[in-house]
């Protein structure tokens, strides 16, 4: 979900290509950050996908073999995610699941791609993902566009006029804010503040300042959950009394740890996390047993990912990679907890899985 300069990506990758995989066991790999600030969200990614595997292999796994894993930590970083991918472009997978942050996750498709390696991304989900795709990888998180339309369709629903937009200039946060702020002024609505803020940062003054100063009806924090807490504690610290709306990046339980009873009524436009999904309770409670926490806001999906990417292979009846691509090109795949797994021509999901969520009590409810 973030994105610096594109760097170049190695030559020699272009020469990896995956026909077919001979070995006893067929490892995916995954994409996660498992460092850096996002650490939380990729360890939680892993932990479904290797929850998938064990189911998989427990029923007998694809194709005759097991199935194992091997991660390639992005830590949310464009440089990191091109070695990451490189490793694991070179290293025998059959195909890759993940991809949290959306810039380091941009850089690797051609990675990928060249390496014609299937990839099913599971999180990260700007619109800058689509253009860079080579059509090897398919996301089942639904994209900037349709979360844009869920969120503005919520503000007209309650009576917001005026919005104020806070980005962190990455690939993820910076398509989202002007993916909504495209969509609200060309649907009569006004942005008096469009603020963009340093990762990281710890004093948000400025742009408090700036916010107060425009007094929108509601403010939309587009960025992620680490530093989103800090901005919404200060924000209410400094007394605005509007609505305040967070993107998927913030939909992480950690918001409330971080920005205390500030976050109490704030609402969240996200995915579909476990404890909203009607059959995701043997995977809540499977889950919970073996890793001793509850799953987090991309572990349903990243979980469905790992059983998409196994239905194509046993679809495929090899490890032939184009084959593989071809199955899930066109796949119908009905057994995912977060539901129906369909792409449209793009690669994208097809249909729209956003839901709203409000803060009450310390956690995330369900809006609506």
Not at 325 to 336: P, V, Y
Request: aromatic residues 8%; proline residues 5%.
């Amino acid at each position: 979900m973030k994105l610096m300069t594109m760097l170049a990506v190695p030559a020699l990758v272009a020469a990896f290509a995956a026909p077919a995989v001979a070995q006893d066991k067929l490892t995916i790999g995954l994409l996660v950050p498992t460092t850096g600030s996002e650490a939380t969200y990729g360890q939680d990614m892993a932990n479904a996908a290797n929850l998938a595997i064990d189911e998989i292999n427990a029923a007998g796994g694809v194709l005759g073999k097991q199935l194992t894993s091997t991660v390639g930590d992005d830590a949310c970083d464009p440089q990191q995610s091109v070695n990451a991918a490189s490793k694991l472009a070179s290293s025998g997978i059959v195909g890759v699941v993940g991809g949290y942050c959306s810039g380091a996750t941009v850089p690797t498709l051609k990675i990928f791609g060249d390496a014609k390696i299937p990839f099913v991304i599971t999180a990260a989900n700007s619109t800058q993902l689509i253009p860079a795709n080579p059509g090897n990888a398919f996301m089942i998180n639904s994209t900037g566009n349709d979360q844009v339309a869920k969120a503005t369709e919520f503000f007209k629903g309650k009576g917001i006029k005026s919005l104020a937009i806070v980005n962190q200039g990455d690939a993820y946060s910076q398509d989202l804010a002007d993916l909504t702020k495209k969509a609200w002024e060309g649907d009569g609505g006004t942005v008096p503040a469009f603020e963009v803020a340093n990762k990281g940062e710890q004093d948000y003054s400025a742009i408090v300042t700036a916010i107060r100063s425009a007094n929108p009806d509601a403010v939309f924090w587009t960025a992620y959950y680490a530093d989103g807490g800090l901005f919404i504690n200060q924000l209410r610290q400094a007394g605005y009394q509007g609505l305040i709306a967070v993107g998927d990046g913030s939909n992480s339980p950690e918001l409330f740890k971080i920005a205390g009873g500030a976050a109490e009524g704030v609402f969240a436009f996200s995915n579909p996390t476990a404890e909203f999904l009607p059959g995701a309770k043997k995977f809540i409670d499977d889950y919970t047993k073996k890793y001793g926490t509850a799953p987090g806001p991309y572990a349903p999906l990243t979980y469905d990912g790992t059983k998409l990417l196994a239905w194509a292979i046993d679809k495929a009846g090899s490890t032939d990679s184009a084959a593989i691509i071809a199955a899930l090109k066109g796949a119908d795949f009905k057994d995912g907890l977060a539901g129906p797994i369909s792409f449209r021509d793009d690669n994208t999901l097809a249909r729209s899985n956003f839901v709203v969520l409000e803060g009450k009590g310390g956690a995330w409810t369900l809006a609506e």
